[in-house]
């Protein structure tokens, strides 16, 4: 069997990266106008604090899941061309995560404040525990649509249907924009105008749950014409995707334990902390999720569609891995740099405005920084886990994410609890050390996926000399940005951002571009082909 040659292969990751790229503007701008309206104040923490739970839940019965037990069994049918069974399968698991998602909003909206709130954020109090509940409950319904959403994601990944189904978000996001528009000017002046509004956010949420799974269901139906809604547990495919299921499920659910540990921890940090927490992962989930979740996203169905014996699913995985792994490192090295040594940059052209100024910009820094020790390893784990998830086995990232997360526990409460005191700092800074230990343990846990599945399929791998070489070029970018700085100062900083970040990036393509780096010339190549079109 003839496969593409890995230059061929990635138009569906910039496909999902256009659609990422197009629903995290619209994100930037909804977190921009709730710095603006919120700040760091109690609001602030409660409202980050509450969507912590629908997006939990989400992201255990959503797209995570699915990505690794649902797309491989279906993509495969597709691939082999029985579209009644691949209709039974879809119908089924979309049932049963309908049926599994109400029970659990139900549950939730009635236990919110005796199990959910000491779970979350266990270090408010008084009008902020009280807010928070008020905000975790209204959310909620949101929930069971959200799954519904990443099931229509599934289908549409499994028929090459990429933007749509990352660009969706984009509907939540306009409805989340207009409200902070329409009702933030009013709201956030008066003394119990920010719960108010926060209230209203939070109903914001759900109408745009409803409007993100609206847009996509006509395309999910006009591609899968063979979907036959019921449980149908009985049919062996179907028991497959649910057997493949629970270790992927506690898999997300020990990676999530780390997110909200992170937030635990925050809550003791002092008031605007778990607010601050959210606003920097606003930004370091982004080329994670530009780089790392598109390509991981477009080669999955690929990989799980591969066909032949152990021999050539091994050398096909191999090809496309390398592949995948380059592209990546490529865009996430500068990525990292950005953060370490440009933050106040990156973060002040998108937040500082309104009730976040140059101080908070200053913190929110620190938390960047602390994000760029794990962000490559994060990213090219993902593609990694993926890999592993196409071979049908979810058990082996679940022990290294299990390890991750005790890692990052561990490391936190020594970084954000105990080190800015034993070194003479303001105890908020130790955000920082919530961001830093996490990447540490990114690193650990991608070592051992990499020795792990090279010892399965054969030798994987980024080359050494080739990250060191995009490091050298983002490095000499970083100080051409770090010039504009001096020259323009940081009075105006989305003026700054505006010259001092293309500039970056600019030098960093041309950089790469010189020393023979092959994914800036393929860029190029693109950027061409684009105006030439325009």
Same mark, same amino acid.
């Given at each position: 069997?003839?496969?593409?040659?890995?230059?061929?292969?990635?138009?569906?990751?910039?496909?999902?990266?256009?659609?990422?790229?197009?629903?995290?503007?619209?994100?930037?701008?909804?977190?921009?106008?709730?710095?603006?309206?919120?700040?760091?104040?109690?609001?602030?923490?409660?409202?980050?604090?509450?969507?912590?739970? /629908?997006?939990?839940?989400?992201?255990?019965?959503?797209?995570?899941?699915?990505?690794?037990?649902?797309?491989?069994?279906?993509?495969?049918?597709?691939?082999?061309?029985?579209?009644?069974?691949? @209709?039974?399968?879809?119908?089924?698991?979309?049932?049963?995560?309908?049926?599994?998602?109400?029970?659990?909003?139900?549950?939730? #909206?009635?236990?919110?404040?005796?199990?959910?709130?000491?779970? #979350?954020? /266990?270090?408010?109090?008084?009008?902020?525990?009280?807010?928070? &509940?008020?905000?975790?409950?209204?959310?909620?319904?949101?929930?069971?649509?959200?799954?519904?959403?990443?099931?229509?994601?599934?289908?549409?990944?499994?028929?090459?249907?990429?933007?749509?189904?990352?660009?969706? /978000?984009?509907?939540?996001?306009?409805?989340?924009?207009?409200?902070?528009?329409?009702?933030?000017?009013?709201?956030?002046?008066?003394?119990?105008?920010?719960?108010?509004?926060?209230?209203?956010?939070?109903?914001?949420?759900?109408?745009?749950?409803?409007?993100?799974?609206? !847009?996509?269901?006509?395309?999910?139906? *006009?591609?899968?014409?063979?979907?036959?809604?019921?449980? $149908?547990?009985?049919?062996?495919?179907?028991?497959?995707?649910?057997?493949?299921?629970? /270790?992927?499920?506690?898999?997300?659910?020990?990676?999530?334990?780390?997110?909200?540990?992170?937030? #635990?921890?925050?809550?003791?940090?002092?008031?605007?902390?778990?607010?601050?927490?959210?606003?920097?992962?606003?930004?370091?989930?982004?080329?994670?999720?530009?780089?790392?979740?598109? !390509?991981?996203?477009?080669?999955?169905?690929?990989?799980?569609?591969?066909?032949?014996?152990?021999?050539?699913?091994?050398?096909?995985?191999?090809?496309?891995?390398?592949? @995948?792994?380059? *592209?990546?490192?490529?865009?996430? +090295?500068?990525?990292?740099?950005?953060?370490?040594?440009?933050?106040?940059? !990156? @973060?002040?052209?998108?937040?500082?405005?309104?009730?976040?100024?140059?101080?908070?910009?200053?913190?929110?820094?620190?938390?960047?920084?602390?994000?760029?020790?794990?962000?490559?390893?994060?990213?090219?784990?993902?593609?990694?886990?993926?890999?592993?998830?196409?071979?049908?086995?979810?058990?082996?990232?679940?022990?290294?994410?299990?390890?991750? !997360?005790?890692?990052?526990?561990?490391?936190?409460?020594?970084?954000?609890?105990?080190?800015?005191?034993?070194?003479?700092?303001?105890?908020?800074?130790? +955000?920082?050390?919530?961001?830093?230990?996490?990447?540490?343990?990114?690193?650990?846990?991608?070592?051992?996926?990499?020795?792990?599945?090279?010892?399965?399929?054969?030798?994987?791998?980024?080359?050494?000399?080739?990250?060191?070489?995009?490091?050298?070029?983002?490095?000499?970018?970083?100080?051409? $940005?770090?010039?504009?700085?001096?020259?323009?100062?940081?009075? *105006?900083?989305?003026?700054?951002?505006?010259?001092?970040?293309?500039?970056?990036?600019? +030098?960093?393509?041309? $950089?790469?571009?010189?020393?023979? &780096?092959?994914?800036?010339?393929?860029?190029? @190549?693109?950027?061409?082909?684009?105006?030439? *079109?325009?």
């Amino acid at each position: 069997m003839s496969h593409p040659a890995p230059r061929q292969r990635g138009g569906g990751a910039a496909l999902v990266a256009a659609g990422i790229l197009l629903s995290r503007i619209f994100g930037l701008v909804r977190n921009r106008l709730m710095g603006h309206f919120f700040g760091v104040g109690l609001a602030a923490d409660a409202l980050t604090a509450a969507f912590r739970v /629908p997006n939990f839940l989400q992201n255990l019965f959503g797209e995570g899941v699915l990505s690794a037990s649902f797309i491989p069994v279906y993509a495969r049918l597709l691939a082999e061309g029985d579209e009644c069974e691949s @209709g039974r399968v879809a119908g089924a698991i979309g049932s049963l995560l309908v049926l599994t998602s109400t029970v659990l909003v139900l549950v939730g #909206i009635v236990l919110t404040p005796y199990a959910l709130i000491p779970l #979350i954020a /266990p270090g408010f109090t008084g009008e902020q525990r009280e807010l928070t &509940i008020r905000l975790v409950q209204i959310a909620f319904p949101g929930v069971g649509l959200l799954v519904l959403s990443a099931w229509a994601l599934g289908i549409l990944n499994s028929h090459r249907r990429f933007f749509l189904s990352y660009a969706s /978000p984009v509907a939540m996001n306009l409805v989340m924009i207009g409200v902070l528009l329409w009702r933030g000017p009013d709201l956030s002046t008066s003394l119990a105008g920010p719960a108010e509004l926060a209230t209203w956010l939070a109903w914001a949420s759900v109408a745009g749950s409803a409007l993100q799974v609206a !847009v996509q269901m006509p395309t999910v139906l *006009r591609v899968e014409r063979r979907l036959r809604v019921g449980l $149908a547990t009985g049919d062996p495919h179907v028991r497959t995707v649910l057997h493949n299921f629970w /270790p992927v499920f506690l898999g997300r659910g020990v990676v999530q334990i780390s997110s909200y540990a992170d937030q #635990i921890i925050a809550s003791f940090l002092g008031l605007g902390a778990v607010a601050m927490l959210g606003y920097v992962q606003v930004i370091a989930i982004l080329p994670v999720s530009l780089f790392g979740m598109s !390509v991981s996203a477009a080669e999955l169905p690929a990989m799980s569609g591969t066909l032949g014996d152990d021999a050539e699913v091994s050398r096909v995985l191999r090809q496309r891995l390398h592949d @995948g792994l380059h *592209r990546i490192a490529f865009y996430v +090295v500068p990525s990292a740099v950005a953060f370490l040594a440009l933050g106040d940059i !990156v @973060g002040g052209a998108i937040y500082q405005t309104g009730k976040l100024g140059r101080t908070e910009t200053v913190w929110l820094w620190s938390g960047l920084a602390g994000s760029a020790v794990g962000l490559l390893a994060g990213t090219l784990g993902r593609l990694y886990a993926s890999t592993w998830y196409a071979l049908r086995d979810t058990r082996t990232p679940l022990r290294y994410a299990t390890l991750r !997360v005790a890692i990052t526990v561990v490391l936190g409460v020594i970084a954000a609890l105990r080190l800015p005191g034993w070194i003479g700092i303001d105890s908020k800074w130790g +955000v920082a050390g919530l961001t830093a230990s996490a990447g540490v343990a990114a690193w650990v846990e991608f070592f051992l996926l990499r020795r792990s599945l090279s010892r399965r399929i054969g030798a994987t791998g980024v080359d050494a000399a080739y990250i060191a070489r995009l490091w050298a070029a983002a490095a000499l970018a970083a100080l051409f $940005a770090f010039g504009v700085k001096l020259w323009l100062g940081t009075e *105006r900083p989305v003026v700054l951002g505006v010259v001092a970040l293309p500039l970056y990036g600019a +030098v960093y393509f041309g $950089a790469t571009a010189m020393i023979g &780096i092959e994914e800036a010339r393929a860029f190029a @190549g693109r950027l061409r082909r684009l105006l030439g *079109r325009a």
